[in-house]
């Protein structure tokens, strides 16, 4: 510890000549700022290979994303979903080409709840049904789209939910699930409006067809 | 509202074996959903794989596959029948395609693997709200009955839905695994052919054949084949070159004595024992794959130095400068550059014992080829091709207006073509989109297949030190 700092730099623990500096050489400018966002090359990279395999993979590129974009499996935001409604039929939905019946029916019942039939709440205990009368438009688009019938089962509904659909008149839907009921009883079973409590979730959604009707003041 | 999307795109990533579910452990009714994280990269090799199927095999089944592909998960009668109609499309609707042809065609994707089973639904499963799927071993690949009559008479009557059929149930899908074996074995025949050349390829991808025959694919080596069995296989193949034939002893000897190790012979029994090495060939690929990295980004006295620590394991700066004849000051600058960017290591021994002199210590320098070189270099090809499908990505939707402008017009131009309007009203319609336009758009489907390219050839880096990782890993 003897000579600590006494005198420029004389007890220094390494020798600068091991850094690879000369005597008398000049030290590099230190570094001030962070290294530029795209430094510029040194060395040109080489060309790609184009050859006939890689010909036929760009090819095939181009064709299978044209096919996926093109097909029911793509999926469209929101934006574009709009646009279609105002140019085609606003009632119009494609049908998904998806397997159902190897899915957890959790994903199926997207399709019944986005044409607004309304869930009635249910009590807690045995079975109900709710016979309803739905427009005659929303019956017919149901009957398209719900794929699942046979999958599901033809069981009396005892602690499953079905969707069985019987006439195009008549809606019977069972409703038995506790923890549907959870989910039903947090958006529609209060007093309050259920968009007055705005979580900021649709703030930069530019959707405009979202429904505010009820929280008017 | 979102609920529903989500739960669409959660069925979308499902079908197409990307998202896989199954039922939480503490309640049967609820699923958990994960991501097969290879099978979304693998998204990216899907134009390989028809090229490698239309390679081995021909068009029909390539057809097979992309209709797989398109669908994600199918039964075998309906690949059958999109496939009859897509072939349909292609040749104008004149010929209706014999589906029976087909039919062999998707036989033979399944005995080689190409293509597998998915798990089947378990008896319970329409009451169950997370169904369970079950996966039966023996019957991965085995092609259930399938009725051609009714595909057939389908596609008489210009359908475009198949409806119900017997083997509805049983479901197939893309097998990524056995495709990455095949890309695997690709990379190697062209290494065997670049190497010696395109004869000693073609007996390579022979014996390839049988090894994959004999030994199992997830061991790092394979069985040991001995030399009349590969002499008997070449005699038989039918495609084999007269030249082959000829010399295959020499094209043998010589593959095995190459310091690539594409062949390692190990013993002597029934005129020689071959076995493939894994972990070895692959790690003298991706010790390729890197000297041509270090040599295009920072020259080749670097690369003379990186080869230098590679093979001499430690080496100390003054051996280094001296060894690979280097002036000093250069051998410094490439030695620190090559530090910074993670190609060599240090490593600090100290000598000194007393505690007043200053310590002095060997700096020395070592290649850590799996942990730090291989993983630094696989990492800027993922970066890099992220980055290209960004820009990508970018250049389109900037862009989107003017080229679907110009995709609408080229759409109008060839069916008035194809109705017989003459060639200067077409002319005119053409102008409606000016000169810089057109050549904007040349120039962003330039760029755009440009960066296509460089993503497929960063894949192919990626594959390699990817596949060199797994095996140094197993050993």
Redesign the interface.
């Known amino acids: 510890m003897a000579g600590r700092g006494r005198g420029r730099g004389q007890n220094?623990?390494?020798?600068i000549e091991q850094l690879?500096f000369g005597r008398g050489e000049a030290v590099p400018v230190s570094v001030t700022q962070p290294p530029p966002l795209f430094p510029t090359l040194?060395?040109r990279?080489?060309p790609?290979?184009?050859d006939v395999?890689?010909e036929?993979?760009?090819v095939?590129?181009?064709d299978?994303n044209t096919?996926?974009r093109n097909?029911s499996?793509h999926?469209n935001t929101a934006i574009e979903i709009q646009e279609i409604q105002q140019i085609h039929n606003p009632s119009y939905e494609k049908e998904?080409?998806?397997?159902?019946?190897?899915?957890?029916?959790?994903?199926k019942?997207?399709i019944a709840?986005?044409l607004g039939i309304e869930k009635l709440k249910t009590v807690k205990s045995g079975k109900k049904k709710k016979i309803e009368d739905p427009d005659k438009i929303f019956a017919k688009l149901e009957k398209k789209e719900i794929v699942e019938s046979e999958?599901?089962?033809m069981?009396d509904g005892k602690e499953?939910e079905d969707e069985k659909e019987k006439s195009d008149d008549e809606k019977v839907e069972v409703e038995d699930?506790i923890?549907e009921e959870i989910d039903e009883e947090m958006d529609e079973g209060t007093d309050y409006a259920s968009n007055y409590f705005d979580n900021g979730?649709g703030y930069l959604d530019e959707?405009d067809n979202?429904d505010e009707g009820e929280a008017q003041f | 509202m979102w609920e529903a999307r989500v739960k669409k795109a959660l069925a979308v990533m499902i079908q197409h074996n990307l998202v896989k579910f199954e039922a939480s452990e503490r309640n049967n009714n609820i699923a958990e959903y994960s991501i097969i994280h290879h099978n979304v990269y693998c998204l990216l090799r899907y134009p390989k794989y028809l090229y490698m199927i239309k390679r081995i095999y021909g068009t029909s089944e390539e057809i097979l596959l992309e209709i797989l592909l398109n669908l994600g998960q199918a039964s075998a009668s309906n690949v059958i029948f999109q496939s009859a109609n897509r072939l349909k499309e292609a040749n104008d609707d004149s010929e209706i395609s014999d589906p029976s042809a087909l039919h062999q065609s998707f036989l033979k994707l399944a005995q080689d693997n190409f293509i597998i089973r998915c798990p089947k639904l378990a008896d319970n499963a329409s009451m169950q709200k997370v169904p369970t799927l079950v996966v039966e071993e023996k019957e991965k690949f085995t092609v259930p009955h399938l009725e051609i009559g009714p595909i057939a008479k389908l596609l008489k009557e210009n359908a475009t839905q198949l409806g119900e059929h017997s083997d509805s149930e049983v479901i197939w899908r893309v097998n990524h695994e056995r495709f990455d074996v095949e890309l695997r074995n690709v990379i190697l025949v062209n290494a065997a052919a670049r190497r010696v050349d395109s004869t000693a390829g073609e007996l390579y991808h022979l014996i390839l054949k049988l090894w994959r025959e004999c030994s199992n694919p997830d061991s790092p080596t394979t069985n040991a084949l001995s030399f009349n069995v590969i002499k008997d296989a070449v005699r038989k193949n039918e495609g084999s070159s007269p030249v082959l034939l000829e010399h295959f002893e020499q094209y043998l000897r010589v593959l095995y004595e190459d310091t690539s190790s594409l062949i390692t012979k190990v013993g002597d029994a029934g005129g020689g024992q071959f076995i493939l090495n894994y972990s070895i060939v692959f790690e003298n690929l991706a010790c390729a794959t890197l000297d041509s990295i270090v040599l295009e980004r920072f020259g080749s006295k670097a690369l003379r130095l990186f080869r230098l620590t590679r093979i001499q394991k430690f080496m100390e700066q003054d051996q280094m400068q001296n060894i690979a004849m280097i002036p000093a000051k250069e051998a410094k600058m490439f030695t620190y550059k090559l530090l910074e960017h993670n190609f060599l290591q240090i490593k600090e021994l100290k000598k000194g014992t007393s505690n007043f002199a200053p310590v002095k210590s060997f700096i020395l320098f070592h290649v850590d080829l799996p942990q730090q070189v291989a993983r630094t270099a696989l990492e800027a090809s993922y970066k890099g091709l992220f980055n290209a499908m960004v820009r990508q990505m970018h250049d389109l939707t900037d862009n989107k207006r003017l080229l679907d402008k110009h995709a609408r017009l080229e759409t109008l131009l060839e069916s008035l073509r194809g109705e017989g309007l003459p060639e200067d009203e077409l002319a005119y319609l053409s102008d409606s989109m000016t000169a810089a336009e057109k050549s904007l758009v040349a120039r962003i489907h330039s760029m755009n297949d440009h960066l296509t390219l460089g993503q497929t050839q960063a894949d192919d880096t990626i594959l390699i030190l990817e596949s060199y990782l797994k095996f140094s890993s197993m050993t």
């Open positions: 220094v623990s390494f020798n690879g040194e060395n990279p080489l790609l290979i184009k395999e890689y036929y993979i760009l095939t590129q181009k299978l096919r996926m097909s499996f999926l998904l080409p998806v397997l159902w019946n190897r899915m957890p029916t959790e994903l019942k997207s709840k986005k999958g599901e089962g069981c499953d699930d923890e979730e959707d979202l």
